[in-house]
């Protein structure tokens, strides 16, 4: 293992070094680039600052090239053990919920098109406004949140609200780095998904709304083309279809 710290740790610093020498960084740009490290510790901001510039990047690496759907970066915002829903698989939410309702169906199956059966899709989204319960002022704990299990058929549905585009934090330093180079703090209205099956690798991935604004410059470089979805009028609300398609597990599960 050291012999590979040794070669990814080295290969980070020496990049370092080289953009110092080639942009002729200044012993001031030095002291407020190491003033905002520990800016960024002391506001709890490294989950969000990885996720926000550095995930992406992993993630292609990590699955670009796997078999069946697309996935995208976790993001900072989930929580384990949302309740599992049962019929008819609305999301918790606030009673006066803003937001258009939507129906969300689709089936879970193998890259064969095979269904899977009790297949679970956990799933987290920000409310209308662009706020997370559990991280933002405004919705209650758990809204928004949820899992649901594929039938026997590997279909799926549940009922939420389209969310809305937000911002990452623009108070802190990882929103003070964004200002100051004059990038766009905004990632496009999107729902998160963890779709799980027994045998089968993990799918972490993101369904983006086609209407929402930045689209084209989400902060966190997450939109892939295959991963917008078209929600449609249906039913006094709207609804959307989405397949997922998992690979196997890489290491197949010891009996
Ligand atoms: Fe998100």
């Given at each position: 293992?050291?012999?590979?710290?040794?070669?990814?740790?080295?290969?980070?610093?020496?990049?370092?070094?080289?953009?110092?020498?080639?942009?002729?960084?200044?012993?001031?740009?030095?002291?407020?680039?190491?003033?905002?490290?520990?800016?960024v510790g002391?506001?709890?901001e490294w989950p969000?600052f990885g996720?926000?510039?550095?995930?992406?990047?992993?993630?292609?690496?990590?699955?670009?090239?796997?078999?069946?759907?697309?996935?995208?970066?976790?993001?900072?915002?989930?929580?384990?053990?949302?309740?599992?829903?049962?019929?008819?698989?609305?999301?918790?939410?606030?009673?006066?919920?803003?937001?258009?309702?939507?129906?969300?169906?689709?089936?879970?199956?193998?890259?064969?098109?095979?269904?899977?059966?009790?297949?679970?899709?956990?799933?987290?989204?920000?409310?209308?406004?662009?706020?997370?319960?559990?991280?933002?002022?405004?919705?209650?704990?758990?809204?928004?949140?949820?899992?649901?299990?594929?039938?026997?058929?590997?279909?799926?549905?549940?009922?939420?609200?389209?969310?809305?585009?937000?911002?990452?934090?623009?108070?802190?330093?990882?929103?003070?780095?964004?200002?100051?180079?004059?990038?766009?703090?905004?990632?496009?209205?999107?729902?998160?998904?963890?779709?799980?099956?027994?045998?089968?690798?993990?799918?972490?991935?993101?369904?983006?709304?086609?209407?929402?604004?930045?689209?084209?410059?989400?902060?966190?470089?997450?939109?892939?083309?295959?991963?917008?979805?078209?929600?449609?009028?249906?039913?006094?609300?709207?609804?959307?279809?989405?397949?997922?398609?998992?690979?196997?597990?890489?290491?197949?599960?010891?009996?």
């Amino acid at each position: 293992m050291s012999d590979r710290a040794n070669q990814v740790i080295s290969d980070i610093l020496r990049r370092i070094h080289e953009a110092i020498v080639e942009n002729d960084v200044t012993y001031e740009e030095y002291q407020a680039a190491k003033q905002w490290f520990i800016d960024v510790g002391e506001a709890g901001e490294w989950p969000l600052f990885g996720d926000v510039y550095i995930e992406h990047a992993v993630e292609e690496q990590a699955f670009g090239n796997r078999a069946g759907s697309q996935g995208t970066i976790l993001g900072p915002f989930h929580l384990p053990d949302a309740p599992l829903l049962d019929a008819p698989f609305e999301l918790p939410h606030r009673p006066d919920e803003p937001g258009d309702r939507t129906r969300v169906t689709g089936r879970v199956t193998d890259v064969d098109d095979n269904p899977l059966p009790n297949a679970n899709l956990d799933i987290w989204q920000a409310d209308a406004s662009g706020a997370y319960s559990g991280f933002m002022p405004g919705p209650p704990d758990g809204n928004l949140r949820g899992q649901v299990r594929t039938d026997a058929d590997g279909r799926y549905e549940y009922v939420t609200v389209i969310p809305g585009p937000y911002t990452i934090p623009l108070d802190g330093p990882t929103g003070r780095m964004t200002a100051a180079a004059d990038w766009s703090p905004w990632r496009p209205a999107h729902i998160h998904l963890i779709v799980s099956a027994e045998g089968y690798e993990p799918l972490v991935t993101q369904l983006f709304i086609d209407t929402s604004d930045h689209l084209d410059n989400d902060v966190a470089s997450a939109v892939k083309e295959e991963l917008i979805v078209h929600p449609e009028r249906a039913d006094g609300g709207l609804a959307f279809t989405y397949d997922f398609a998992l690979a196997p597990a890489r290491t197949p599960a010891v009996a």
